[in-house]
């Protein structure tokens, strides 16, 4: 919820936001997933993203989300 949020909503995807949502519900993950943004204040970007949930030590049921994001444009 909280990236697709930022930057006045300009992370909003929806192909991002269902990747992210099995990352959530269905503890998978996903590498170089690429996507090219016209950002307002970065200008035009390619990126490639990856994501996977990792425990903390709250409990079974807690986890965060480890999202790399790397600019690939170029």
């Not at 998978?28 to 903390?56: P, V, Y």
Request: proline content about 1%; overall charge positive; glycine content about 6%.
């Amino acid at each position: 919820k909280y990236l697709f949020s930022i930057m006045g909503g300009e992370w909003s995807d929806p192909k991002l936001k269902e990747m992210m949502e099995q990352v959530i519900k269905q503890d998978k993950s996903f590498t170089h997933f690429n996507i090219e943004k016209d950002f307002k204040s970065l200008g035009k970007k390619k990126l490639s993203l990856t994501a996977r949930r990792i425990k903390t030590r709250d409990g079974e049921e807690s986890f965060r989300i480890l999202l790399t994001i790397e600019d690939i444009t170029g």
